[in-house]
């Protein structure tokens, strides 16, 4: 063993040292420690051709997205501008809807906006609870056999024409509902949502059979993107709620429905903007109506957007599409908000 005190000695200017015992007397122990970098060389990392490449393409792709979303905007301004300037009525707050006559244009979107909200909102109300269900048991309950067929049978849902919704609820749907409509307008009344309103119970074209098919067209997609994010839930989490004692359900309920419920938040907003756009379902559903909206889920109607499809014939005319265009113009609008919502409703919700 040699009696030499440990010692550093430097093998270059800002090189690597040596140090150990022995030093420069050269015995095996000696060991070979690097310096820190200094902060500039901290600050470079290597950028390769490749790393620019998708750089540019990401960034450009972002660019691309923001400059047609605005163009859209634009357009639906600029286009909305001229019908509303003949508009004779508060194109926000009034009900009418008379654009047959461009030199005696009344319209407002009123009742279309609260019919839009309300339908929209209802199928979110009974859909979410359904796919948070499909979510959790295609992910800790659901044998392995068949978790794979039973997801692609609920995402094969979301693949379905939502014209075939509409036919499907109309023929079908509406005369099955038809004895629960009338159980609810009879012994719940008294609420405003089960009130009689301007729709036919018996004939199902209300906003109740509306919001259920509606309910069937999101829950695919937001149980797709809840069993997603619950099946990224850390096994390491799961275990060890395990080897405490915690039940499968309470296991579900402490670890995987907090890490996904950000996730489950966003889908059932994606839900909620297909939702708030859908147009040939509730085009064949929904029977119009000319009474006020009145708010209760027997009413009749027509959303924004399926009342655009309603006034196709008179897109031939700049002036009476111009009105179309400024309902869409609040309809996209409203979709930013929802939007804008969710994004702080997941925000907030981050742990």
């Known amino acids: 063993m040699s009696d030499a005190h440990n010692t550093s000695v430097p093998i270059a ?43 540019s393409l990401a960034a450009g792709s972002a660019v691309l997205i923001s400059v047609i979303i605005g ?17 004779q009525v508060n194109f926000l707050t009034s009900r009418d809807w008379i654009t047959q006559d461009i030199a005696d244009m009344a319209f407002g979107v009123l009742d279309l906006f ?8 209802f199928a979110l109300f009974l859909a979410m609870p359904v796919a948070l269900g499909i979510a959790i048991f295609l992910t800790s309950y659901c044998p392995d056999r068949l978790r794979k067929p039973l997801a692609y049978v609920i995402d094969l849902l979301a693949a379905v024409p939502s014209i075939v919704y509409g036919l499907w609820g109309m023929l079908v749907l509406a005369p099955f509902l038809r004895p629960v409509a009338e159980w609810l307008n009879t012994n719940l009344g008294w609420f405003p949502l089960f ?8 004939g199902g074209g209300t906003i109740f059979t509306a919001g259920i098919v509606l309910a069937v067209m999101i829950l695919p997609t937001i149980a797709a993107v809840s069993r997603e994010v619950f099946v990224q839930t850390p096994v390491a989490h799961i275990e060890g709620a395990l080897a405490l004692g915690a039940t499968r359900w309470e296991v579900v309920r402490t670890t995987v429905i907090p890490f996904g419920k950000s996730g489950y938040i966003s889908g059932s907003m994606l839900g909620l903007g297909r939702a708030l756009g859908e147009t040939m379902a509730l085009y064949l559903i929904l029977r119009t109506t000319s009474q006020a909206f009145s708010w209760s889920l027997f009413d009749g ?28 113009l609040v309809l996209f609008v409203l979709t930013f908000v929802v939007n804008a919502a969710a994004r702080m409703i997941v925000a907030g919700k981050k742990d």
Do not use: M
Not at 27 to 55: C, L, M, N, Y
Not at 72 to 87: E, G, K, M, S, T
Not at 195 to 202: C, D, E, H, K
Not at 314 to 319: A, H, L, Q, T
């Open 13 to 55: 200017a800002d090189g690597p040292t040596r140090s150990g015992t022995g030093g420069v007397t050269g015995t095996t122990e000696d060991t070979i420690s690097t310096p820190p970098p200094s902060p500039d060389q901290a600050r470079k990392t290597v950028v390769r051709p490749g790393d620019r490449i998708f750089s």
């Open 71 to 87: 163009a859209i905007a634009v357009f639906l301004v600029w286009r909305a501008v001229p019908a509303l300037q003949r508009n």
């Open 114 to 121: 609260q019919v839009t909200v309300l339908v929209s909102f």
């Open 195 to 202: 009130a009689t309103g301007s729709g036919s119970i018996v």
């Open 301 to 328: 109607g027509a959303t924004i957007a399926s009342k655009i499809a309603l006034g196709y014939a008179e897109f031939n005319n700049d002036i009476q599409a111009g009105a179309y265009i400024a309902a869409g």
